[in-house]
């Protein structure tokens, strides 16, 4: 039985109660993958993929979910996760120095990993504890009215053990950085055969007639025309020929 194997076993069986509480099988998504990611210290492609088969969903919606939120891990990390707020509150109340605090004792950056394995830091959007700035996560739990004091007991503590947040499970060594680069692999015919992804009309071409022609003449294999770039395809192509003929709407249009 291989690592992931024995993993999922372990997690098959919540999972299975967890799906029996609802209607509808995708709403035990989130429950999953935290259970995932307690068991394995981060939520890998195997368990992404097993939790789209036990969910009966694609693959897609499990790696999105993943991906738009920061309290899951697509990579190993840190035995502790320090996640500091960047947000509005937090930075009138401090958290520009509270940051660079921790980046100066921890000596690494936004989004990296401690070489011995023991920390992870990320400098993250609203936790939602305003009245209380500023604030972070630790293994994501609260911590608040972050001082530089506070900081060196808080780093201290984890050091030799004693601190009141367990650690995380860490089954896989982690590498300097947890973060993922975005996928810029085309997922559509319009992103194909340019520059850039996020150019997909051509540049210069403000009416989006490039892309819409790259819609409706290369599609991707096992996908069905759309139906909304096609019909769009026809409006154009008619008002085209209305204008070339001389006929328009009375107004030289």
Not at 85 to 97: D, F, K, M, T, V
Not at 133 to 141: D, G, I, T
Not at 154 to 166: D, F, N, Q, T
Request: with cysteine.
């Amino acid at each position: 039985m291989t690592e992931f194997a024995q993993i999922a076993a372990q997690v098959k069986p919540d999972a299975e109660r967890i799906i029996a509480q609802y209607e509808d099988a995708r709403s035990a998504l989130l429950p999953i993958i935290h259970r995932f990611q307690d068991v394995q210290g981060y939520v890998s492609e195997e368990a992404m993929h097993a939790t789209a088969a036990w969910v009966n969903v694609p693959v897609a919606v499990v790696e999105s979910t993943v991906s738009f939120y920061t309290l899951f891990f697509r990579r190993p990390v840190g035995r502790y996760m320090l996640q500091v707020c960047r947000n509005l509150s937090c930075q009138i109340g401090g958290a520009e120095e509270i940051m660079a605090y921790f980046r100066k004792q921890l000596g690494i950056g936004h989004l990296e990993t401690s070489a011995d394995g023991l920390f992870s830091y990320e400098e993250v959007e609203c936790l939602a504890a305003c009245d209380r700035a500023p604030c972070m996560q630790v293994n994501l739990e609260f911590v608040y009215d972050l001082t530089p004091k506070l900081v060196d007991e808080m780093l201290a503590a984890i050091r030799e053990g004693s601190y009141a947040v367990p650690p995380l499970v860490q089954t896989k060594a982690p590498e300097r950085t947890w973060s993922v680069p975005k996928d810029t692999v085309p997922k559509a015919p319009g992103a194909q055969g340019v520059p850039s992804p996020n150019d997909p009309g051509g540049i210069g071409d403000r009416s989006g007639v490039i892309m819409l022609d790259r819609f409706v003449r290369d599609t991707v294999p096992g996908r069905t025309r759309e139906r909304l770039a096609v019909d769009g395809r026809l409006i154009l192509e008619h008002e085209e020929g209305t204008q070339g003929s001389g006929k328009g709407d009375g107004r030289g249009h």
